[in-house]
C-alpha cells in the first residue's frame, strides 16, 4: 500500500537487525529516481509466470533461512494491506516433532511453516547443518510433510493453475518427489488439480533468475503507467 506511512520497511521480522527499517528511503536518499517496492517472492512469482505460457495464476514459495511466499491471479498479486505471510501459517505437526517435542525456530510463533521447515530447522530439529544431513534421514520426510501441507493450503484458498517451491531447501533433486507425494496422499482426490509434476514445481529460471526478470518487468511496468 503506497499510502502506507510504513511503505517501504521491513516492518516485523525474525531476521535480526531488520525490523522498522525504512529500506525503501535510505534507496532513495542515495539515487533521484523513483523507486518502488515489492517482496523477493513477489518478483520471482512474476517473473515465472513470464516464463510459464498460458499461466495466469501461480503462487511461489521460497524455503530458505525463511520462507516467504507470493500469489499472483491475473497478473496482479493476492494482498490488500501489504504482502501475504504465508510463511506464518500454522501446520499439523508431524509425529516426529510431536515425539521429540519440536515446535519450530521462528521466534514469534510456535507450530509454523517457517519454524519448522526453513533452512533453521534442520539444525534445530538434529544439531546437524542441513546440508551434513544424509539422504536417508527421516528428517527430509518431515520436512517433506509440512511443505506439502503448504501446497494443500496454497490449492484451497488459491486454486493456481502453478505451485512453484525454490529456495536452498528445495534446490536438492530428493525434495521435489517427496512434497508431491505428501501432497497426493494429504490432498486424497479432494480437488482436480493438474498433474503433480506440472503443478507443483521447482523454478524455471535458475539461481533466483526468475526474481530478476520480474523485477525488469515491473519496473517497466511501472515506467509505462507513470
Known amino acids: 500500500d503506497q499510502n502506507s506511512q510504513t511503505y517501504g520497511y521491513i516492518t516485523s521480522t525474525p531476521k535480526p537487525h531488520w525490523s522498522n527499517i525504512d529500506l525503501l528511503g535510505l534507496i532513495a536518499k542515495e539515487f533521484n529516481i523513483p523507486f518502488y517496492f515489492t517482496t523477493d517472492v513477489n518478483s520471482s512469482a512474476f517473473g515465472e509466470t513470464l516464463v510459464r505460457k498460458g499461466v495466469k495464476s501461480l503462487v ?41 517435542e519440536f515446535k519450530g525456530m521462528c521466534p514469534f510463533h510456535n507450530g509454523c511453516l517457517e519454524g519448522l521447515v526453513a533452512g533453521p530447522s534442520l539444525e534445530g530439529r538434529t544439531g546437524i547443518r542441513g546440508e551434513l544431513i544424509e539422504l536417508n534421514s527421516d528428517v527430509w520426510d518431515v520436512q517433506a510433510y509440512y511443505i506439502a501441507q503448504a501446497a494443500v493450503q496454497a490449492t484451497l484458498l488459491y486454486r493456481p493453475q502453478v ?10 533433486e530428493h525434495m521435489l518427489n517427496r512434497v508431491r507425494e505428501k501432497f497426493v496422499g ?31 518487468a515491473l519496473a517497466k511496468q511501472v515506467s509505462r503507467n507513470s
Open 60 to 100: 511461489y514459495y521460497t524455503i530458505g533461512t525463511g520462507i516467504g511466499a507470493g500469489a499472483i491471479q491475473n497478473g496482479e498479486f493476492i494482498g490488500g494491506l501489504g504482502h501475504t505471510e504465508a510463511g506464518h501459517t500454522y501446520v499439523a505437526l508431524h509425529p516426529y516433532d510431536v515425539k521429540h
Open 163 to 172: 505451485i512453484v517451491f525454490g529456495g536452498g531447501v528445495m534446490a536438492q
Open 186 to 216: 494429504l490432498m486424497n482426490d479432494y480437488l482436480p488439480t493438474p498433474d503433480v509434476k506440472e503443478y507443483i514445481v521447482t523454478p524455471a529460471v535458475a539461481e533466483n533468475g526468475s526474481a530478476t526478470l520480474g523485477n525488469f
